[in-house]
């Protein structure tokens, strides 16, 4: 094995907007994306290629100073101090404090093709992201590998799992910073793990040392830039946030329908029906069972009439079979993965034989894309998609396969993300201004701008519910924020205390999604008996009544990549409590409300409150931050809190997000003594008209001072589809007068019809 460790610097030229230093082993290149973003990437044989995460280009000053054995580049935000014997890179705050150093004795090192870099560990320093991985919210003491894989029946600290971030951030001395490793092959991070807690290090089998080192002063600034730099999320179909009913399979269009009407006999709001691989004739993609999914077109208007969309898997493997429209198209054109003899590869998925387009040409994602018709034409709007790690029975796909020039070393992590990104340019081609919904397992940076995803296949135990919970809390520190689990989990069968524990936590996922492996027990709400149904609807019900609120956190998401599940982390990242394992499962949905997960045979929660005034949902109770507490937990009642000052727009209850409602937008305010502010965002929920100025946006403020309540004139070109605003005011005093864009309110239920339409004032 040939090792090398990277020497001293030899020359050094500046070319326009790139720092490029030699040494004997390799070249390093140095580029200011932005003042608090730069990039280096160190190469022994680089060439210029596009990333599949990166949207961004170079665009920052570069400022260089060369004395001694130093080159420093400056911005505003941050130093990279570069020691030139031997070359060692090291970030530094605008103010010279120490955000992350090489190691000096290791730096860049090579060993074959595999590159690694150690950087010293800071006695106090604490990691959280790298997205999809089990195991603490710290993640330090840990070691992770990113290999995109099938991770069917899974335990709870199974790794890799099913997608790749290799983006973290690192949070010692009250600093943060932020480290992308855009490299898509199997790749490394070790948190001081197996080092003697001297040195954190991450790698990869090959590529370049190529990363971005984010130097912004607070983690919510530092996802901000990462998603300036990998991309943000477009909004979401508003049905896409109601309620998803899923299983592997329902069997037949009738059982399909079945089981929508029965939603609407036992009003229980839902919007979504799913389609898993049996709606296929054979497991062939995009095509439909002529026995059991006759009249694919006929089954969904009737899920139309009853305001159900529909969404069907997709596999990425072609039945190799003459005279299947893909198959032969696929072959005729070339479009599938190869040996380097140009045989098509061939392995066993559920068709049988297959083969694998090849997602990283464009030719091949248009035509993926257009064979969609045979699901859009029909009816279909959201389209899932499944085994794309990619996944073969057996799992390792040989090395020797090669999509183009790429073989499977560089291509299998970044595999699944081309597909969702082919599914997603193709369907919205397709439906012309409707937003399609896409699903993905399979996923790496930047996946966010194509689908949301979902963390695969869990199981039906406690732990599980838990982890979830901090797998979806940390993919929404790497960029995503549309994310679900599988409600109930997937393999295994739930207890009727664990399906109704975790549908409530369900309501506080951003995607709501109750899903079932094949053989296990039927999942439906009201297969658990009358008294957990009514639970279960219950708390279906306070999903759609937040639903104004839910969209407004995903326009914050699009806005800024500030995730809807967050992490306590985001926002209290000073709070050792945060990261104790009793509490590190707890998050914020969205800006106000905070949820703390209980197992399903615990009927007390333990939570732990971060700073400020915080009010039980369900009892109105105030309690004071910063502090554990202890409350009661019954299966009716998740301990969810709302922030003091907190202002949440919520409606009325309807049973699918295409129901209009009853006009009224109640707006919710908790009493806190600091003035806060809140953007309400509507628009169609369905088209891009919004990208035009199609919306409805208001500021919605409280100020403590003046007792009193500001609507904002709205913003954008689009009626709201409520026409009246109720404000319906928690922990206030009545005795003390409450006023509402300048106008004083004197009596409790107090109603008038102005601007603002607002109705009523209810304490
Ligand atoms: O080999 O389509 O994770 O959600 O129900 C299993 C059948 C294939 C795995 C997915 C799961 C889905 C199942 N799929």
Known sequence: MQTEILGNAGSIKQQGNVLIIKSREAEARIWVYSPSIIRVCISRDYKEEGSFAVIQEPAGKMDITESGNEIVVTTSAMQLR??????????????????????????????????TNYRKLIADEKFIGLGEKTGNLNRRGSSYVNWNTDAALHDVNADPLYKT???????????????????????????????????????????????????????????????????????????????????????????????????????????????????????????????????????????????????????????????????????????????????????????????????????????????????????????????????????????????????????????????????????????????????????????????????????????????????????????????????????GDPTPELMVRWNSLGVYTPMFRNHAQEGTIMREPWCWGKKNQAIIKKDIEQRYRMLPYLYSSFYQSCQTGMPVSRTLAINYTGDENVYDVKYQNQFLFGDAILVSPVESTKFTGEVYLPEGDWYRLSTGEKFKGGKAITVPAPLTDLPVFIKAGAIIPMQNVIQSTAEKGDGILEVNVWYGDKANSFVYYEDDGASYDYQKGVYYKREISFDP???????????????????????????FKASKSIRVNGKELKSKDFSFDNDNHIIAVIY
């Open 165 to 491: 971030f290799p983006f973290f951030i690192g949070l010692h001395s009250g600093l943060t910073y932020g480290l992308f490793f855009d490299n898509t092959h199997r790749s490394y991070f070790d948190f001081g793990a197996t080092t003697d807690e001297k040195m954190s290090w991450f790698g990869a089998d090959g590529g370049d040392m190529n990363y971005y080192f984010f130097g912004a002063q607070s983690v919510p600034q530092i996802i901000e830039d990462y998603t300036w730099l990998t991309g943000r999320m477009e909004m979401p179909p508003l049905w896409s946030l109601g309620y998803q009913q899923c299983r592997w399979s329902y069997m037949s269009a009738d059982e399909v329908l079945d089981i929508a009407e029965n939603f609407r006999k036992e009003k229980i709001p839902a919007d979504v029906m799913y389609c898993d691989i049996d709606y296929m004739d054979e497991y062939k993609i995009f095509t439909w069972n002529k026995k059991t999914f006759a009249d694919p077109k006929g089954m969904i208007a009737k899920l139309k009439a009853m305001d159900f969309k529909l969404v069907t898997i997709v596999d990425p493997g072609i039945k190799v079979e003459k005279g299947y429209k893909q198959y032969d198209e696929g072959v005729a054109k070339n479009y599938f993965a190869t040996y380097p003899n140009g045989e098509n590869y061939v392995a066993n998925v559920w068709p049988g034989r297959c083969h694998f387009p090849d997602f990283f040409r464009a030719d091949v994602r248009e035509w993926w894309g257009k064979s969609f018709t045979a699901l859009t034409d029909p009816g279909v709007e959201g389209f899932w998609n499944d085994m794309n790690e990619p996944a073969a029975w057996g799992q390792n796909i040989p090395w020797l396969v090669k999509f183009g020039d790429r073989y499977m070393s560089e291509a299998r992590n970044v595999y699944g993300m081309e597909m969702a990104r082919a599914t997603y340019e193709g369907t919205k081609k397709i439906l012309g201004n409707k937003r399609p919904f896409v699903l993905t397992r399979a996923a790496y940076s930047g996946a966010q701008r194509y689908s949301a995803v979902w963390t695969g296949d869990n199981s039906a135990y406690d732990a599980h519910m838990l982890l979830g919970q901090r797998l979806v809390n940390s993919l929404g520190i790497t960029g995503m924020s549309m994310i679900g689990v599988d409600i109930g989990g997937f393999t």
């Open 82 to 115: 570069i020691s030139k014997s031997p070359l060692r890179f090291n970030f530094y705050t605008a103010e010279g404090k120490v955000l992350s150093e090489d190691d000096p004795r290791f730096g860049v090192n090579w060993q074959d093709a595999r590159v």
């Open 705 to 731: 001072e003046k007792h009193e309540i500001t609507l904002s004139k709205a913003e954008g070109s689009f009626t709201s589809k409520y026409d009246r605003v109720k404000l319906v005011l928690h922990g």
